[in-house]
């Protein structure tokens, strides 16, 4: 016999006690907290990549300006735009370092965080 | 019927349909525990939650055995993370004869007998009364889930099941 069936019939009266549990609500709350999750992750995904492609583009016309040329409204698009942020910067650069740490947050939950 | 790691298997590759039924399926013997180690339903069924949630995180580490083993296992680590949070002066002792957690005394007449049974023991025979008798997992699996020794983990037992029956059938006068 094993040892625990020595225990059986408490074993049975918690069970009871269990089978009483309403499933749905725990269950939706659950699956909720899931999907919210996933949802946020998805975001910051998409935000992570659009920052990644606007920092990518203001370092194309250097990258590839000695190879080929590139438009000049593309050109003066990117160095006005850089421009604007510099002087930003210059105004308050707290918004730099706000940028920064809410940049490398947004990382640490994409990183960490499961699909 | 599909098997639990079965189940599992398609929640890893995203299914979320799977993890939905693993949850339906373990949910109440996960959330009896966690109030049974809390001693609330708020604190418990948090603990629940936080669990399944972990485990939907962690499903990737799952590698066969009994699922609701590993479900327990990821609940007490929860339900320890919040005992150090709300009393992190207090370190767990396995040998404990007295009742270190703060457990709320609200609502102790509306308790069922089995509950309030409970309550009397020490909280290391509680831990393992919970896990091996109300959480169904065999001696071995809640010592490897504690830490503990196979061995103090079957005394506590022991001790534990003599206590609850003495205390089931000495009903208590109002």
């Known amino acids: 016999m094993h040892e625990e069936d020595t225990y059986q019939d408490l074993a049975n009266l918690f069970a009871a006690e269990d089978r009483a549990l309403e499933a749905k609500p725990f269950v939706d709350g659950v699956m909720g907290g899931i999907r919210r999750k996933a949802l946020i992750r998805r975001l910051v995904i998409a935000g992570g990549g659009a920052a990644g492609a606007v920092i990518a583009a203001f370092q194309l016309p250097s990258l590839f300006g000695d190879w080929f040329t590139v438009d000049d409204t593309i050109v003066s698009a990117v160095a006005s735009a850089q421009q604007q942020v510099g002087v930003l910067a210059s105004v308050n650069p707290v918004w730099l370092l706000a940028a920064a740490v809410a940049g490398l947050s947004f990382a640490a939950v994409a990183t960490l965080e499961r699909a | ?174």
């Open chain 2, 1 to 174: 019927m599909r098997t639990d790691p079965d189940l599992a298997a398609e929640a890893v590759r995203g299914s979320e349909a799977a993890f939905a039924e693993l949850v339906r399926r373990h949910q109440a013997r996960v959330r009896g525990m966690a109030r049974r180690l809390t001693g609330s339903e708020s604190a418990g069924d948090d603990i629940a939650q936080a669990t399944f949630l972990t485990a939907w995180q962690k499903l990737g580490t799952y590698a066969g055995g009994t699922f609701s083993a590993w479900l327990c296992t990821i609940c007490w680590r929860e339900f320890l993370q919040v005992r150090r949070k709300t009393r992190p002066e207090i370190e767990f002792d396995e040998t404990a004869e007295v009742i270190p957690f703060e457990r709320p005394t609200e609502k102790q007449d509306d308790r069922m007998d089995l509950s309030r049974a409970l309550e009397k023991l020490t909280e290391a025979q509680r831990v393992c009364v919970v896990m091996c008798v109300a959480a169904g997992l065999t001696h071995r699996e809640a010592a490897e889930a504690t830490g503990w020794p196979l061995g103090t983990v079957k005394s506590h037992v022991l001790r534990g099941v003599e206590a609850l029956r003495k205390h089931l059938a000495k009903p208590e006068v109002a």
